[in-house]
């Protein structure tokens, strides 16, 4: 079996599909993919493409190499993205060439469903507590929300105090027991960071998200002083090389690796292995579309240390287009209780609907996140 082509197809609301072809009829699906950045992926990944035309698409880990050693300049969003991309494709053939699930190929099942969360809130976020409870009505057990705006390098006490109100109205209207995820999305700077856990602890998150900026994660040593609530990050690192000093400090209690950001599905899997041996947990980075969250349960259904499991159905992102509007079957993420189960179909578990993902790619999309500027006319973060 050789690779004869590749194909990609930019569909709202922010994605980017790779379809891998070969020569035996067989095809393998990926999302390579940085939002806001899709045509540059695009690029990088047909540079990739010459390489792999006539090669056998089985021998994973030896392309992975060559696409990441090959080349003398390493890693970054970019480059790892569109590795990503092409290395689910080729787990999603590959599992089509045996008739088994990608999970299957790695060890196995360690569990036959995971939990995930939902989101609420937007971008600014606004009466969470009502979406926070229309989401626990629908079954789920966990969401996660935008923690705050902008917030300068030293806020004003009611900045403060409007994110404490958020979050407890949500734990007033949900109850003790489900779990809040509080995302601060690298817009808190480090001052305000540890003034922000501090009184966040008593509503007991579920985790505190990229307290700040991946750049600064040398800060988080300072931040885990100020709080007991599990600190998560990791959807801005890449490959097993990103994680090892954050592992290694210790002060990260869930890493975030994004399956279409970080390396892939193998390299995530390695990445999970080296958290585990560091008693620290798993819970994978996906506000994306269908192939990325497919590549991610296949990661979740064999990982032990893997606790719950982003997804972006409803998401602020998705209006117009969402996360089941591209699949063949919808109901093979099936949602109950807070749980969503594994897909069992061979490679990665989905059937695209190519048809759909055409007349999308029609349209295409532009997708760019905001700039955000505080009151002085400086750039803030978004």
């Not at 300049?73 to 787990?91: D, H, K, N």
């Not at 609530?229 to 975030?256: C, H, M, N, S």
């Not at 999970?272 to 506000?287: I, L, R, S």
Request: with cysteine.
């Amino acid at each position: 079996m050789k690779i004869t082509g590749f194909t990609l197809y930019k569909v709202p609301p922010r994605w980017l599909f790779l379809k891998i072809d070969t020569d035996e009829g067989i095809c393998g699906w990926g999302e390579p993919i940085v939002e806001g950045k899709a045509d540059t992926v695009a690029a990088c990944v047909r540079e990739m493409e010459e390489y792999l035309i006539g090669k056998d698409p089985l021998a994973i880990e030896d392309h992975w190499q060559v696409l990441y050693r090959g080349a003398f300049y390493r890693g970054g969003p970019v480059l790892m993205s569109a590795i990503s991309g092409i290395e689910q494709a080729l787990w999603d053939m590959k599992g089509k060439y045996y008739q088994m699930p990608v999970y299957q190929m790695l060890g196995g099942a360690a569990r036959s469903k995971i939990r995930v969360y939902s989101w609420i809130g937007g971008d600014r976020p606004t009466d969470v507590a009502a979406a926070a409870k229309e989401k626990v009505d629908a079954g789920f057990t966990a969401v996660k929300m935008n923690a705050t705006e902008e917030m300068n390098y030293i806020d004003t006490t009611s900045s403060v105090e409007a994110v404490i109100n958020r979050i407890a109205a949500i734990r007033e209207a949900v109850g003790k027991d489900i779990g809040i995820g509080i995302d601060f999305h690298g817009r808190v700077h480090k001052t305000m960071a540890k003034t922000l856990v501090k009184e966040l602890e008593p509503y007991r998150p579920m985790f505190i998200e990229e307290p700040v900026l991946p750049e600064n994660n040398e800060a988080l040593r300072e931040i885990a002083l100020h709080t007991t609530a599990p600190i998560a990050t990791g959807e801005r690192q890449y490959t097993r090389w990103g994680f090892k000093q954050l592992l290694t400090d210790g002060y990260v209690d869930i890493i975030q690796p994004d399956l279409s950001h970080a390396g892939g599905i193998l390299e995530c899997k390695k990445i999970a292995a080296m958290a585990e041996a560091f008693d620290v947990a798993v819970a994978p980075h996906c506000p994306l579309g269908p192939i990325a969250l497919a590549s991610s349960l296949q990661l979740d259904a064999c990982t032990p240390n893997a606790i719950i499991q982003e997804q972006s159905l409803g998401i602020h992102y998705n209006e117009g287009s969402d996360l089941l509007d591209y699949l063949t079957d919808p109901g093979v993420f099936h949602y109950v209780d807070g749980f969503v189960d594994i897909p069992q179909g061979p490679g990665l578990g989905i059937e695209v609907n190519e048809e759909a993902v055409k007349e999308a790619a029609r349209k295409g999309h532009n997708w760019r996140n905001p700039v955000w500027r505080y009151e002085d006319g400086s750039v803030a973060e978004w």
